[in-house]
């Protein structure tokens, strides 16, 4: 049989006891930990700030100069090929309530009895008569770039929204 011994009481570590110690051993776990802690709150404040900018109220808050998103392209509009129409009203003198859509938007309105537009391909020439009786007009030129079936057509308008043309650019 054998017999063991065990002694107890005050064992002598390799661990120092003092944090004094530990930073002497190791003196890189301080910055290590300034680092870790460092990295954290600085991805908080990042995914703070960014869910921040999602909020159009707070955006206002936080960004106070918008010209730097830019601009859409309007005016400026270099990429596409452009003509030129010229639409006359038929019916009567120049009435300034019926006016020319393009695409949905107001451009011009019959203050003379024949305007010119510049188009692009795609676009959608309409006019508006929704505030007045009755309206004849028509598409009487277009340059030589566009494509037109209906030049010269005389279109009623009876107090809508009526289509004209769509461009359509060689």
């Given at each position: ?13 390799k ?106 391909e ?49």
């Amino acid at each position: 049989m054998k017999v063991v011994v065990f002694k107890a009481g005050k064992r002598k570590s390799k661990k120092p006891h003092s944090k004094a110690q530990a930073k002497a051993i190791n003196p890189r776990f301080g910055f290590e930990r300034f680092l870790f802690f460092s990295f954290i709150i600085l991805f908080a404040a990042l995914v703070l700030v960014q869910a921040a900018l999602m909020n159009p109220t707070a955006r206002t808050f936080l960004i106070n100069d918008t010209g730097l998103e830019g601009n859409p392209l309007k005016f400026e509009e270099y990429l596409y090929s452009e003509g030129e129409i010229s639409i006359a009203l038929y019916s009567a003198d120049a009435n300034e309530d019926l006016k020319v859509l393009i695409n949905g938007e107001e451009v011009a309105a019959f203050s003379e009895n024949v305007i010119s537009l510049k188009v692009k391909e795609g676009d959608v020439v309409s006019v508006d008569g929704s505030t007045t009786e009755e309206a004849e007009v028509a598409i009487v030129s277009a340059s030589d770039n566009i494509k037109l079936d209906n030049i010269g057509k005389r279109i009623k308008v009876n107090s809508e929204v009526k289509q004209l043309a769509r461009i359509i650019i060689e």
